[in-house]
C-alpha cells in the first residue's frame, strides 16, 4: 500500500517556540493531505485539509494563525504550530488520499510534541 | 454528517473470530463504509471498505447488512497484533473528510 511518512516522530521544545511537522507521501502524489491531532485517550480530531498549491481549510475552533499548514508540493504538506505552549503537547497524525474521495486514506505514524 | 455507533470496547480470545459491529441507520446510498484501525501510538491503519457487498481481503472481512444500516468487521483468528482501536466510518464520493467517531477498544487475551 502507499506510504506516508512523517518527521520528527518525536519533538520536544520549550515553550514559546515554533515546531514545523512534515508530512511526506513517499510513493504517491497527494493532491489533498489531512492533518489530525490525538490527546491521549481520545480519538482523532480533524483539523484542517491541506490542498496543494492552495491555501489550508481549517476544521471549526482550529487557530490557523497558529496552525500553518503550507502543501507546496504534491508529496509535501507541513504542519508548523508557532508558539507552542503545553496545551498543544498531543499526538499529531497527517493522510494523504489516494484517487477519489470515497477510496482509502493512508495515515503517517503520527509526530508526538510535547512542549515544557 | 452520517453517523457511525460502535461499542466502546469488546474483548476476544487469541485465535478465534471477532465479530466487530457498527450502526449506520441514517446512511445515505453514496456513503460507502470504511473501517480503519489503531495500534498504540501509531498511526491509522486502512483496514477495508465496501458500499453494498461483502467484502474480502487479507486482514478482514466486511459484512454489510441488506439495508446497509449496519455492517460488522470480521477478523478470522484474532492474534495479539490485532489489539488496537477500530473506526467504522462513513465517506461519501463528494465528501473530502474522514471524521473518526470513538472506535471500539479490542483486547486480544492469550
Known amino acids: 500500500g502507499a506510504v506516508v511518512s512523517q518527521h520528527p516522530s518525536r519533538v520536544i521544545c520549550k515553550s514559546g517556540t515554533s515546531v514545523k511537522i512534515e508530512c511526506r507521501s513517499l510513493d504517491f502524489q497527494a493532491t489533498t493531505m489531512f492533518w489530525y491531532r490525538q490527546f491521549p485517550k481520545q480519538s482523532l480530531m480533524l483539523m484542517a485539509t491541506s490542498n496543494e498549491g492552495s491555501k489550508a481549510t481549517y476544521e471549526q475552533g482550529v487557530e490557523k494563525d497558529k496552525f500553518l499548514i503550507n502543501h507546496a508540493s504534491l508529496t509535501l504538506s507541513t504542519l508548523t504550530v508557532t508558539s507552542a505552549h503545553p496545551e498543544d503537547s498531543s499526538f499529531y497524525i497527517c493522510?494523504?488520499?489516494?484517487?477519489?474521495?470515497?477510496?482509502?486514506?493512508?495515515f503517517g505514524p503520527g509526530t508526538r510534541l510535547t512542549v515544557l | 454528517d452520517a453517523k457511525t455507533t460502535q461499542p466502546n470496547s469488546m474483548e476476544s480470545n487469541e485465535e478465534e473470530p471477532v465479530h466487530l459491529p457498527c450502526n449506520h441507520s441514517t446512511i445515505s446510498g453514496t456513503d460507502y463504509i470504511h473501517w480503519y484501525r489503531q495500534l498504540p501510538s501509531q498511526g491509522p491503519e486502512y483496514v477495508i471498505h465496501?458500499?453494498?457487498s461483502n467484502v474480502n481481503n487479507r486482514m478482514a472481512s466486511l459484512a454489510i447488512a441488506e439495508d446497509r444500516k449496519s455492517s460488522t468487521l470480521i477478523l478470522h483468528r484474532a492474534t495479539l497484533r490485532d489489539a488496537a482501536v477500530y473506526y467504522c466510518?462513513?465517506?461519501?464520493?463528494?465528501?473530502?473528510?474522514?471524521?473518526f467517531g470513538p472506535g471500539t477498544s479490542l483486547s486480544v487475551i492469550p
Open positions: 493522510s494523504a488520499r489516494l484517487g477519489k474521495p470515497y477510496n482509502e486514506q493512508f
Open positions: 466510518i462513513l465517506m461519501r464520493a463528494s465528501y473530502d473528510k474522514v471524521i
Open positions: 465496501g458500499l453494498t
